[in-house]
DNA sequence: TTGAAAGCGCTAACAG
DNA sequence: CTGTTAGCGCTTTCAA
C-alpha cells in the first residue's frame, strides 16, 4: 500500500497525492476530493520513513532522565498536551542519567531524523546541546543561561527558593537548613536548578540578616539523600527548626530521618519541599512545597519547539516562569 | 555525510561498507579494519531513515498507559535493561489511555517502521491488537489469553489475589471485602488483569469456605476509585475487617477514606493493595502488598519481542509469572 | 493546475 | 571477496 496505489486508485499522479496529503500548493478542490476518498478507501497511511528521506517525520523526541519523578510526568504532559493540536507524534526515552546515556539518546533520535527534540533536564556539557541543536531544533527545560541555538524553558529556582525562607521566616524561623544537591563544575552551578535553588537560599537568608545561620546539608536530589542529608542535620549541636529540601524527594527522605530520630513534623521541625508532586498532596504526607507548574513549562517547550521546526533562523528564546508556594501542614510556626 | 563518503574515504564500494557496518557475510579483515578506520575518522553514523526503506530501523516502541504507574516503570527497567545488551533503541509513548488513542499510537508506530512493539496492559480490542501483530512483531504484557500473532507476558493474576486472602484468612479475617476495576464485556473479564483479580480473589474466599461473605466493592483502579469503593464498604451495616484493593493506588485513596471515617489501619481495619509499588514500601504508608516484578516482565518482553524479530513465524509464547506477597504494616491479626 | 522524473541514503541481488 | 545497480516510498523541481 503505497502512494503509488493511491495515484492509481484516484487516477491521478503521485504527485497529485503527495501535495493534497501535505495540503501544499496548487490542488483544485475536486482533486482534492479525489484524492481524500482514494486515501480513505484504501486506508492508505503514508511511510514515515520514506518521508523522512526527503522531508519531515512529523516525530518529536523527548529525553527524560526518570520516568518516576512526577514532575517530569507533568512536563511531559504539558508537552503532550500541545503537541496534540498538531501533526507531530511524540516519542520517548527515559533513564538517561549520565552524559554517555544522553549522547547515545541524542544521537538516536537524530539518526532517527526526528524534527524536534526536547531534553528535560539534560546533565550534559552546554557545548554538547549545543551541537546537538545545530543539527536539529531543540528546546532544553530545566537549564538556566542562555544559547544561542537552543530554545529553553526554566523555572525561576531563585525565586522558588526564596518563597521557602520567606514563608519559614514569616513562621518565626531562624536555623533555617537546605539539603542540596552536591556540584562542583562552574558552568553547572550557573546552570543546573539544583545550584540555583541553593544560591536563592543563600540570597534570601542573607536579605533577611540570617547570613549566620545559613547551614546546607550537600547530598543529592533522591530519597537516599534527603535521609542522609536530614541526618547530617539533625546531629547539629544546635539543631534547625526547619529544614527547605531541594526537592520533594529529597523531602520525604528527610521525613524518614526525622521520624527515626523521634521528632515530629511540624511539631518539632518544619520542612518544606520543591516541585510540588503528587507526593507532595498526598493527604497523609501533605507537605509544603513549591510548585513549578511543569505542565506549563512542557506546553510552553512544545511551542517553541513547533516555531522553530518552522522557521529555524529565529532568534532563540529563553522562557522562565515564576513559581508559587503551596503552603500545607509539614510548616509551622515556631 | 553518507555511506558514500565513508565508501569514497576508504576506497571501497558502499556495498562493502554497508556489509561492514551490519556484520554481513563476506568482507575480509582487511577491508573491515579499513572501513571502520574510514567511519571513526568521518564520524558517520547509518541514517536509520534510509535504512528503514529497506531493513531494519532498529527501533523497538513501547506503548505505555501512563508513566505516574511506578509498576510501569518498573516494566520498562526491564524492557531497557534486556534491550541495553542489543543494538535496538528504545522510544516510548504513554498516556493511551482509551481505545482511540491506542490505535494511534500503534499506527504512529508501524508508519515509523519500528522492527518491534511491545504494548503494556493495552485495552484495545482482541482483534485489534491481533491485527497489529500481524503487521509488526508484537509483545502484550499484561493480558491474559493467548494469541497467534502475539507473545505475551502475564503476572497469574489469580494466584496473588490468593495470597492476599489466604494471608488475612491466616490473620483470623473472614469479612475480608475486595475493590475493583469494574468489567463487563466478556473478552475484557476473560483477559484483564483486574477481572483475574477479582476472580481469584472470589475463588480464595470460596475456598476457604467464606462464600457468604464475598463482598465487592466495583471502582475503578484509581485513587478515586479507592475511595469511593472504600466509603462504600465502610458503609456496610456490618463492616470488613479487611479490604483487598486491587492495585496500590486503589488502597492510597482507601486509607484516606478509612482515615476519613475515623478508623485505624491496621487496628480497625487491615488493608492491602497490589503491585509493590514504591508507594506501597514508603515508610509512613508501609501497605502490604502483592509484588509481580515488573522488571522480570519487561525483561521477558524484551527476550520474546527480540526473538520475534529474528524469527516471525516461530510459534507465540504466552509466559506467566509467579507473584508473592509482600507483607508489612497495614494486616494484622484480628 | 497537473504530471514526469530525479534522487534522498541505504540494502540486496547479481555479476565479476 | 568485491563492486555495480536497481529499487524501497516519498518529495520536489521543472515542464507541460
Redesign the interface.
Known sequence: MTIVDVARHAGVSTTAVSKVLRNAYGTSPQMRSRVSAAVDELGY??????R??RGR?W?V?VMLPD??N?FF?DI??GV?EHLDDTEY???????CDDVTNEAR?T??M????MDGLVLIAPVSAKERLTEVARSVPTVVVGRHGSSPTYDSVTDDDITGAALVVDHLVSLGHRRIAHIEHHETDPVRLAEMPNAQRARGYRDAMIAHNLAGEIDIASTSYTQQGGYLGARQLLARRIRPTAIFAGADVVA?GA??AI?EAGLTVPGDISLAGYDNS?LAA????SLTSVDQDGRQMGANAARLLVERINQRDRRTAQVKLTPTLVVRRTTAAI
Open positions: 497511511r503514508p511511510s514515515a520513513a520514506a523522512a528521506l517525520t516525530t523526541g520516568v518516576r512526577p510526568a511531559l504532559d503532550a507524534q511524540l516519542f520517548m526515552t527515559s533513564g539518546v544521537e538516536a537524530i539518526d532517527r531524523s520525604l521525613l524518614e521520624a503528587a498526598f493527604g497523609p504526607i
